[in-house]
């Protein structure tokens, strides 16, 4: 089940994956994977805030704030953005992901 | 853990993604409109999970309780011993767990001094005939009775999904293994002990006791899936469990944390899901405990 409303969206099984294999202390495999999370919530949320005309914003954020899971929002986001938005999104994750692995893989 | 070596791989790769968090928060609060919303916390992400979480586990309560056939009698876990009395109104035996306590135990998060302690291990045992202890083995908690919280359901094995899980989805899974790593090391192993593990486990803060840094790899096995008591003094409700998880954090105002499962036999799992409730190690050596509600 879908705990924020783009989770079904988003693979990032390899970020999992990657830290999964890690030897690292657990604690900081949960921190990195708490980063990710935030990392992905922000992105995907200033990528439909800079989509959807201000006066939508409020009504977007307090049913996101309110009922986070809810399928509704990419109903919402559909009628006020655009038909291709649940594609728009993907891409957005896609690209906020690709980062994410830039940043674990990098050397010392 | 020992951190006077070089900074790891990951910790800095942590150092970037912090970078990288900050600079789309900035990105994010450049809107007028999110700022009203996402100033008061740097977890976004991980708060409204949280949230979420508890809406969707609200939501499938109603409906569980709808559904739900009445409740049966408040039965006597069946530890029985030779040495027990006739079968007694269980009715009774959870009142008298509960009223027995209520008039020692504090209302707020404490450890229990050496008189009190014996006190509460003599209720425990009386009416439940678990040998409870507030010491074992020269280990104890920085708490007997603190505040517990409503925990996702962890990862059991390389691969467990949350659709595997079979009870209360709606609570969500944790991101990551618990402290104490996987409850099996991969599926084949996985059996009805490390189920019964997870459904009923419950999280304390090793990461506080004082010897945690020195005796770490000592205290960690120690700690790990230890069979617990958690009874809920405001009812009487009682649960055997086991550490799954380290934590929650001191900031959280909790001292513990438990499952899905294990809250909803303690009746914490509506409302604020959080209560008052003590904490204990049980003495089994002989693993003859069941883990599990015991009083109901």
């Known amino acids: 089940m879908a705990i924020l409303f783009y989770d079904h969206l988003i693979t990032k099984s390899e970020i999992e994956i ?35 005309e201000t ?20 109903s919402y986001l559909r009628d006020n953005i655009g038909p291709h938005i649940e594609d728009d999104i993907r891409t957005e994750a896609d690209h906020l992901v690709k980062m994410i692995l830039h940043d674990l893989q990098i050397q010392k | 853990m020992d951190d006077t070596h070089a900074p790891s791989h990951l910790a800095l790769s942590i150092q970037k993604l912090e970078k990288r968090s900050n ?40 409906g569980a309780l709808i559904t739900m056939p009445a409740p049966k009698s408040l039965a006597l876990a069946p530890i029985s011993t030779e040495t027990s009395g006739p079968e007694e109104n269980t009715f009774t035996v959870r009142q008298k767990l509960m009223t027995s306590l209520q008039g020692i135990l504090p209302h707020q998060p404490t450890k229990l001094t050496t008189e009190a302690a014996s006190q509460v291990e003599k209720i425990v045992f009386e009416n439940t005939n678990i040998n409870a202890k507030v010491v074992l083995e020269d280990q104890s908690l920085n708490h007997t009775l603190g505040y517990v919280g409503f925990e996702q359901h962890l990862t059991r094995f390389p691969g467990d999904s949350l659709a595997q899980h079979d009870e209360i989805q709606e609570a969500g899974i944790a991101p990551g293994r618990g402290a104490f790593g996987f409850f099996a090391k991969d599926k084949s192993s996985f059996t009805t002990r490390e189920y019964l593990r997870e459904k009923y486990y419950c999280v304390v803060q090793t990461l506080y006791l004082d010897n945690w840094n020195q005796d770490h790899r000592f205290l960690k096995d120690w700690y790990a899936f230890r069979k617990m008591i958690v009874i809920n003094p405001a009812n009487g409700l009682a649960v055997v469990c086991s550490i ?28 604020p899901r959080k209560g008052l409730i003590l904490m204990l190690f049980v003495d089994d050596p002989d693993n003859k405990i069941p883990l599990g509600p015991i009083n109901q």
Not at chain 1, 30 to 40: P, R, T, Y
Not at chain 2, 249 to 263: I, V
């Open chain 1, 55 to 74: 006066h939508h914003h409020h009504t977007f954020l307090t049913h996101v704030h309110e009922r986070p899971y809810d399928p509704e929002i990419i």
């Open chain 2, 244 to 271: 799954g998880d380290a934590g929650p954090a001191d900031w959280t105002g909790k001292q513990f944390g438990a499952s899905p499962e294990t809250m909803q036999a303690l009746d914490l799992n509506k409302g």
């Open chain 1, 18 to 52: 990657f830290l999964e294999a890690s030897e690292e202390a657990d604690n900081q495999k949960g921190k990195a994977l708490q980063l990710v999370d935030d990392i992905i919530f922000q992105g995907i949320v200033s990528f439909i805030l800079e989509n959807l």
């Open chain 2, 23 to 62: 600079s789309l928060r900035h990105r994010l609060l450049k809107h007028k409109s999110a700022k009203r919303f996402f100033t008061k916390t740097f977890l976004i992400a991980h708060e409204l999970r949280q949230r979420s979480s508890r809406l969707l586990a609200s939501a499938g309560l109603v």
